[in-house]
């Protein structure tokens, strides 16, 4: 066991969902990053993304996402939606998910206050505190308005700034699995002339996760071999056994 | 009406479902450019992106997520999970989503030879001839393996470049709706002070959608106000008054 397993629970998996929300995205116009950080963070921690969805700014199409993910994972993440606009409807559609009410929440009136000049918390600021009954809220230190949780959903902000400072804020609160290692080998050679050695690599070590990743680097196709396996030894040993075969294709 | 729109059906809208494939974009290992790239395509084309769905290497995966969006859209493009190895199963999840048998389809095989000299004709590179019963096959101009349409749904390699080649030659198949147009105006003001008077101009204008898009800049926070529709001037109406609301801020 390594030091990154103190706080694991090794027998038990850790789940996760993400869903991105934001008509921007689905029109293209803006080319998300969250999924792909959120995704990142969380492997490091122990806990197995399974499923990303990104849908727009339209409350049922919200509900159906989080509400399947929320009974699927063990934690749902969300992106966007909980500003101060007219668009901003995350934190309504996450209410009518829970069933629950949704009012303006002196705590937030109280970061809010805390961030800006009183003469400055416009109506459509406090829209901002506007937040699910029964949520904990989850602070924003880049610009005051806060996120919440809910149940095992944590809504975050779009802004990637504001998102990145709210999942370290909640990264200490969240259950870990055994962390996922992983290694890395690059064959100067396309997909095609490494998939059979490693097919009976895979099948001779079902406990190890293998993925092939082939990429045009300019000049000719490489492949990219990553191992996955939550025992540091069992890398090593499919590591070594690749490494042979691709020596073996010369 | 504009020349984009001499191929548009306007009654009808054309929508699409995208399903991003493998088990890297879920570790966060390789950060996904395709779904936003096939976003923005489609929004140029007139057809509008209603949904990503970012999946493993699963089966079971692949093929809810298929079935729902293919179900749901005019079109779904699949990305991902079409190469020569052991992990590579998209193929065999579309042919059981669409409940049909699977086999070496010689047109494909014919692909590969052009691309290939005969003895680098491997077994494995074979499996990427593979092919679902009743699939038309997607051209590759870059590795020559190519991708397929089957009903609706249209399964593309995960690699950018190879990606992109083929959306490029699907492109004419392509029904499409009739344009949606966008102008910007960007505010230098937090989305707080200009969120009330967006909110009025969104109630006086229900016919445009108005995004509001805040980001930091380094210096301060700015916000820029998207408007979208497919009529040219009732944008050019919004984007004046969006400005001089702003101007009323100072």
Known sequence: MTDDDLTASPSQSVTAGIVVIGDEILSGRTKDTNAGYIAEYLTEHGIEACEIRMVPDVTS???EAVDTLRARYTY????????????????????TAFGVGIEIDQRAV????????????????????????????IE?????APGFQIGNVFVMAGVPKIMQGMLGGIGPRLRSGRKILSDS?????????IAEPLSEIAKTFPDVSIGSYPHFDGEGFRTQIVMRSRDADRIATVKTAVEAAIRDLG
């Open 61 to 63: 199409m919200i509900v």
């Open 76 to 95: 749902v993440f969300t992106t966007g939606g909980i500003g101060p606009t007219h668009d901003d409807i995350t934190a309504d559609a996450i209410a």
């Open 110 to 137: 109280a970061m809010l206050r805390q961030r800006y000049p009183e003469m400055d918390l416009t109506p459509a600021r406090l829209r901002m505190a506007r937040i699910p009954h029964g949520a904990e809220l």
């Open 140 to 144: 924003n230190t880049v610009s005051g």
């Open 185 to 193: 080998v690059t064959a100067l050679l396309p997909e095609g002339k």
